[in-house]
């Protein structure tokens, strides 16, 4: 009997498709629930990742390759995740290395399970339409813009040099820009495809993240502070002295700015200052945060309000991406708008002056 081709062997079937419908977000959750049921059960993770690879395609699947491969040389999962950017977030990846060394990793795990999980709510689902409509917008707009500004305007130069008239200033102006634009074109093509580079670029990317982010962005802040009280939360729940906490995170931490602070806080730790005043001299949390751990009595109360204000922060950062979006939308069509204003002032007083002319 002949097998369907649906029943046969071997990866016929896709998670992802060949077109980019699912998020990097997406893939890494997959990634994280992959891992943490392989340390539940005390799985070998190795040959469950090199099946998670087949069900991917592109970069991510070269991804999850490489990091099976580096598995194989007997190195455990962390420092095979730190080894393979983009296999997980850069937080994530902190987040494990520090359940490890605290040993609270299947606490960890749990917690990131909850707190990464790809948002279906209204930040993201307004980020990703807007991006969307962007490109679309820029694609088309483009594409139409630059019909009208190297063919339909030179021609009309060339009517306007055969009846000896003179082209209104509007169109002059429009004229100069697209001549600047030819004279420049190899300057930005070469210009587009570095910047294409460095947005696709794994290492450029990572080395923004990781050195300006959190400088120029205040929602990177937001998030980073808040994975940093989550992380705390959950040693201090497990009992483990902060001195510790910090030292790992001080290590570890892929931000040299939040590195060098939380190094800062440790040594007056082990200096003898109270530890919620050494996170507050070094701008880690915030007096009214300080006020909050202060009051709280034990290790269950400080873990809770450790993770509340993580989950305010994190709900901020969010409400920040809809108001930057909200902000940025309506300004990207009036730039649109205004060039395509101009293109369509240009034009009508090409033909009102032409038309004139002749008449006259």
Known sequence: MRVPFWQKAGPTWYLSTWWPGESLDSMQYSLLSLLAVA??????PKPLIAALADEHRGRYRRRLRLLA???????????????????????VVLSLRFGSQSGTLAQTYKQLI?????QEGESRTTQGNARGYWAVFAGTMTLILTFFMFFIIPTFKKMFDEFELKLPIATRRLLMFVEWVSSSFLLVVVVGFALGWLVWSYRSRRFF????????????????????????????????????????LAKYHFDKNIRQRLLSARNEVE??????????????????????????SGHRDQAWTLHRMATLKQE??????????????????????????????????VLAKLITSLAG
């Open 69 to 91: 491969k580096r598995l194989d040389s007997k190195t455990t999962i962390v420092p095979a995740l730190e080894k393979t950017p983009y296999a997980l977030s850069d937080s």
């Open 316 to 349: 901020i950062a969010n409400q920040r991406v809809i108001v930057r979006t909200a902000f940025i939308n309506p300004v990207v069509i009036l730039i649109f708008a205004s060039v395509v204003l101009w293109i369509c002032f240009s034009f009508l007083s």
């Open 271 to 296: 200096q003898g200052v109270p530890a919620w005043t050494s996170l507050v001299d070094a701008k880690i949390i915030s007096r009214d945060e300080f006020q909050a751990l202060s009051g709280a």
């Open 209 to 248: 993240r990781r050195a300006v982010a959190d400088r120029m962005f205040g929602r990177t802040s937001l998030l980073r502070s808040s994975q940093l009280l989550r992380m705390l939360s959950v040693a201090v729940e497990a009992g483990r002295p902060l001195a510790g906490s910090l030292s790992t």
């Open 39 to 44: 340390n539940e059960e005390r799985l070998d």
């Open 114 to 118: 909850e707190t990464e999980k790809p």
